[in-house]
């Protein structure tokens, strides 16, 4: 479709072209506080959406220092500061929407919503002893979004004192053990490809075994594979190029974002011969739909979210007898089995999209460690070779 331009009153031309998504992106020109000419991009599903973005961007474009208000919230900060970093393009969409997630455990609490300068010290100590039945993790972000809100309140002069700052302030510790997700043994594995191939899904629900084969034999993450197009199979090259995946926004709802998880995400899989009947069988099935993705959702015309796959999973664990914690344990199982078949780190590294080869040596600690007695033996028949 050839791009069209067109001119919208109070920031200069604008013009519009269809993504590879399917989705109209909308650019135009905006002069900031500084009245310096700023480009920006919105995106939406026709252009009347996206003139309404960027109409409610130019309204809201003031500094958030011109807004926070002395009577503000945490949970009002945040998501000022949130919008503010989404619209300067600090945040993706999909950053936006997960710190939004993020702030909603704080609007349901006792402190979230109350004024931000009429919390003290011993409101924060209250609240900390009540958030010990969360993960380590996400307590972690609770007190990030906390001290956030008071270092941006005390800038902006709402609050004169930033109790965060105490030494009596200490972040609690979970209840709950740091859950670890660990790959099959090869027993289970056994029993879950068994059931796979000879347990059919029932009438009338959606078939998530390919996806979960796929990401059995290549690694891949769950949104890389639901975000795969027909253009991803290289089996000319006999790699899968993978330059998406499927992201929540600040809408909640589920989108093809274009790049994946870490800059490193964007990689080629080798494609095993193990894999590649799975891959052979998906582009069979492949149907025609607005996204050209090889795995869609056709009975609601949306893309197929991992939380979809791990519903299906959970219940093919059941039938194998096996413990599930989750579809990500594939990709552990995966990795596991490179390992065990002494495949490289720094080469699993590259298959996995790791950032670091820390990310794949920490992740997988107690999969080397298993491997030692067979390293020593290995050395040991090294040496004997060579006198």
């Known amino acids: 479709m050839p791009r069209k331009k067109t001119k919208k009153k109070g920031y ?5 072209r269809i993504k590879p998504s399917g989705l109209v992106e909308y650019r135009f020109f905006y002069t900031d506080e500084f009245g310096q000419k700023i480009r920006k991009s919105v995106s939406g599903n026709t252009r009347q959406e996206c003139i309404d973005k960027a109409d409610e961007f130019i309204a809201g474009s003031a500094k958030l220092k011109n ?18 970093d989404y619209d300067m393009n600090f945040l993706s969409e999909a950053g936006y929407g997960r710190n939004l997630d993020s702030v909603k455990i704080l609007e349901k609490s006792s402190i ?54 105490s030494q009596s302030i200490r972040r609690p510790k979970s209840k709950k053990a740091d859950k670890k997700v660990r790959g099959l043994t090869a027993e289970e ?15 009338g629900r959606n078939d998530y075994r390919l996806q979960l084969f796929i990401e059995l034999y290549s690694g891949m993450r769950m949104g890389e594979i639901n975000a795969l197009t027909l253009d991803s199979i290289d089996f000319d090259n006999n790699v899968i190029h993978v330059s998406a995946t499927i992201s929540k926004g600040a809408d909640n709802k589920s989108f093809v974002k274009e790049g994946t998880k ?33 795995f869609f959702d056709h009975k609601t015309k949306k893309v197929i ?30 990795a596991t089995r490179c390992i ?24 997988y600690t107690d999969v080397f460690k298993s491997m030692d007695n067979d390293a020593i033996e290995m050395l040991d028949n090294h040496l004997d070779l060579l006198g």
Request: hydrophobic share 35%; proline share 4%; aromatic share 8%.
């Open 12 to 16: 200069g031309d604008g013009s519009f």
């Open 67 to 84: 807004q926070i208000d002395k009577n503000a919230s945490m949970v009002s900060i945040l998501k000022q500061k949130y919008k503010a």
């Open 112 to 165: 979230g919503n109350v004024p931000i300068a009429t919390l003290e010290k011993r409101h924060i100590e209250l609240y900390s002893s009540k958030i010990t039945h969360y993960s380590n993790s996400t307590i972690e972000k609770i007190f990030i979004q906390i001290k956030m809100a008071f270092s941006i309140a005390m800038d902006e002069g709402i609050i004169t004192y930033n109790p965060m700052l």
């Open 189 to 203: 594995q056994k029993a879950l490809v068994d059931v796979m191939t000879n347990k059919n899904p029932p009438a």
């Open 262 to 294: 870490t800059k490193t995400g964007i990689r080629d899989v080798p494609i095993s011969n193990t894999l590649k009947p799975y891959l052979e069988e998906a582009i069979k099935r492949y149907k025609k739909n607005k996204e050209n993705l090889i």
């Open 305 to 334: 979210t991992t939380n979809q796959v791990n519903c299906y999973y959970k219940r093919v664990c059941e039938a194998a007898g096996i413990e599930s914690d989750g579809q990500h344990a594939l990709r552990h199982t995966f």
């Open 340 to 363: 065990e078949s002494g495949v490289p780190p720094v080469v699993l590294k590259t298959w996995l999209g790791h950032t670091d080869i820390h990310v794949t040596l920490d992740t």
